[in-house]
């Protein structure tokens, strides 16, 4: 399996690595997206796959099974892809916001020098 | 049980969840976010006195032994950051008390300002690289909503920017944590510093430190990794970047300072490769710094200069040099945090932040001149203020180890840190405002009642200010301090022994035997 899922997580990666270089807004989202799961699928190889059985504790050996699955990255790859997912939600909303502001989904747009800043944009309100 | 560890985590927290039960009044925001910063700081000095006098603290979550469970570790090195950050927090946390508009206090800004407080705190005081990872996340979740708060295209630019660079940087930390649990079969700091030497792979070790590096450096904005920063931080409102300025980049100074001391202490590569960085960011920084005409864009130049000071330390890696960086990385948080400030009343006065429509200042408006002037004489180096001490110590550091190129390196961007400083004095403080450009002299300097003269908001740049001159003063007892923890850093028995007993090293003998055996 580890020799399936390495070429796997390796064309994520590069692919991921590829998008992001590029200038447009949606494809640095798709490559984002596609650097988590990347992530995620290396520590789960990484770890080491295996036909555990679960890790319950045996209440009369106070000891896990023989050949007990490793919960650790599992609980890892859980908190990263809810913290990814959430992430990611966000940068799709701002990623929105950025296109209805500038008119454009280049990121190598920029504000001139002396552009507003919310120091004037607040200085006469209650 | 040190339970109360965790209320430098734990108050802001709760402070910002009972703003959110609150968010019907604007009063009990305002309360609620100044009572969650002032908190934090009486709990961090706290903590520094408890450090002080019986050493390293620990704190296993839950109870659970040391590698099974994750520990909060408070050696002198996490107390001493954890002091001046908060104290640097509360004092931006304060001015945004005093100027945040209805619009944005509506929509939670005090909430995630005390989940920010509280995220840096843990990464601070965690011992644990996965919950490093969460606080890490905790804390620029809180930040990118901070930062995109606002009406303004330029605004949603910079933290488009912002939140791209940091994603990136952290998928490389997860993959390291990722390779370090591979490697060893723990996310324990203490547990791996015992375990990374015995994995026998170096180029495996080697990638786990490129990773590891790559991202704190990316997140502490360490040339290469460095452009998200100037583009970014000089675009929200300046309460934002105050807060922004002084905390966010020393948190992964922090962590890359834990992982190279802890993990990879005797590799001469590691040690390199970070003290190349640090002269690289100290140069482009500064240089970066001298065509700018945005005065919080200008400081935020300043910020990723002044990174290369702290990672200098690290590099050189002496008790000595680990000691000026915990030193500087306390009076940048303080001095950094002033001068942010300070530009934010600027801008809240004149209505721009750009050099060359402003002037004048010295003659309307005393009180901040002198704020400046010494934050910014800080900031450069001169004696006898606290970056003169700072960056002494690691001078000091550099030449007792005869590296003359970083040392060079150092006090020439010390000069150039001068001639930006000069550079802002004369162009909004000192020449006369110029021609056609209208005062531009705001109403309202602060969202509070009427009656509140308008001065208070200089207050918390003024105390930030004073804080420092104060240390440059009180150098002597507060170094001691910081050596004690540059000494704990390059002895790294110190931290490990303190998570995991006394019998660590033994422990793992026997259990490395046994694992041989069973291999057998």
Redesign the interface.
């Known amino acids: 399996m580890e020799v399936l899922l390495a070429p796997v997580v390796g064309i994520l990666f590069a692919a991921a690595t590829y998008l992001?270089l590029q200038r447009s807004?949606g494809e640095?989202i798709i490559g984002?997206a596609l650097?988590?799961n990347?992530?995620?699928l290396?520590?789960f190889v990484?770890?080491?796959l295996s036909k555990g059985v679960a890790p319950l504790i045996d209440t009369e050996t106070g000891e896990p099974p023989p050949g007990a699955a490793d919960p650790?990255?599992q609980a890892?790859i859980l908190?990263?892809i809810v913290?990814?997912f959430?992430?990611?939600a966000?940068?799709i909303t701002?990623?929105y916001?950025?296109h209805r502001?500038?008119g454009t989904d280049d990121?190598e747009?920029?504000?001139a020098?002396?552009?507003?800043?919310?120091?004037?944009?607040?200085?006469?309100?209650? | 049980m040190n339970a109360w560890l965790i209320l430098p985590i734990a108050w802001p927290l709760a402070a910002g969840a009972l703003g959110l039960a609150l968010s019907g009044s604007n009063t009990a925001q305002r309360l609620i976010a100044v009572i969650g910063a002032v908190g934090q700081l009486v709990a961090a000095v706290v903590l520094l006195l408890t450090v002080n006098a019986q050493g390293t603290q620990v704190l296993h979550m839950g109870s659970w032994p040391a590698p099974f469970g994750i520990s909060l570790v408070a050696d002198h090195f996490a107390s001493f950051v954890l002091v001046a950050g908060s104290l640097a927090g509360c004092a931006s946390v304060i001015f945004a008390a005093l100027t945040v508009g209805r619009q944005r206090l509506t929509h939670g800004y005090f909430v995630l300002t005390n989940v920010l407080l509280a995220a840096v705190a843990g990464a601070f005081l965690t011992g644990d690289l996965f919950n490093l990872y969460v606080w890490f996340e905790v804390m620029l979740i809180a930040s990118f909503v901070l930062l995109a708060m606002g009406p303004y295209p330029r605004q949603a630019a910079g933290a488009t920017n912002y939140v791209a660079l940091n994603l990136v940087a952290s998928a490389t930390f997860l993959v390291g944590a990722g390779v370090a649990y591979a490697l060893t079969g723990t996310l324990n700091f203490a547990d791996l510093a015992l375990r990374l030497p015995l994995v026998e792979s170096r180029p495996l070790v080697l990638i786990l430190a490129a990773l590891l590096i790559a991202a704190f450096a990316s997140k502490a904005a360490a040339y290469p990794l460095s452009a998200w920063l100037p583009s970014s931080y000089h675009t929200p409102a300046p309460d934002v970047s105050a807060l922004f300025a002084g905390l966010l980049t020393k948190v992964g100074v922090y962590a890359l300072a834990r992982s190279v001391t802890l993990f990879f202490p005797e590799d001469a590569l590691v040690r390199n490769v970070v003290l190349g960085l640090a002269g690289l960011t100290m140069l482009v920084g500064v240089f970066g710094a001298l065509a700018q005409f945005n005065m919080r864009r200008l400081l935020s130049f300043h910020i990723a200069s002044q990174v290369g000071y702290m990672l200098m330390g690290l590099g050189l890696l002496t008790p000595l040099a680990l000691a000026g960086t915990t030193f500087y990385m306390a009076q940048h948080m303080i001095t950094k945090t002033a001068l942010f400030l300070v530009a934010g009343v600027v801008e809240r006065r004149t209505g721009t932040g750009y050099l060359k429509r402003l002037g004048g200042l010295y003659r309307t408006n005393l009180a901040l001149t002198v704020v400046f002037a010494l934050a910014a004489l800080s900031l450069a180096g001169i004696p006898p203020f606290a970056g003169f001490v700072a960056k002494f110590t690691l001078v000091r550091a550099g030449t007792a180890v005869e590296s003359w190129v970083i040392v060079g390196i150092s006090i020439v961007v010390s000069l150039l840190t001068l001639m930006s400083m000069v550079k802002i004095w004369n162009e909004a403080f000192w020449k006369d405002r110029p021609e056609g450009e209208v005062e531009h002299d705001a109403a309202r300097m602060h969202a509070l009642p009427r009656s509140v003269p308008r001065w208070v908001v200089i207050l918390p740049a003024g105390t930030l200010a004073l804080a420092s001159v104060a240390m440059g003063f009180a150098a002597g007892p507060l170094m001691e301090y910081a050596i004690a923890a540059g000494e704990e850093l390059a002895d790294r028995s110190v931290y490990i022994e303190a998570v995991l007993g006394e019998d660590a090293w033994a422990d793992l003998e026997t259990m490395t035997v046994e694992a041989m055996e069973a291999s057998r």
């Open positions: 992001l807004l640095t984002l650097l988590t990347a992530a995620n290396f520590i990484a770890a080491g650790v990255p890892l908190t990263a913290i990814g959430g992430v990611l966000f940068f701002l990623a916001r950025y502001l500038t990121l747009w920029i504000a020098d002396d552009a507003p800043t919310s120091g004037e944009f607040e200085s006469g309100e209650p």
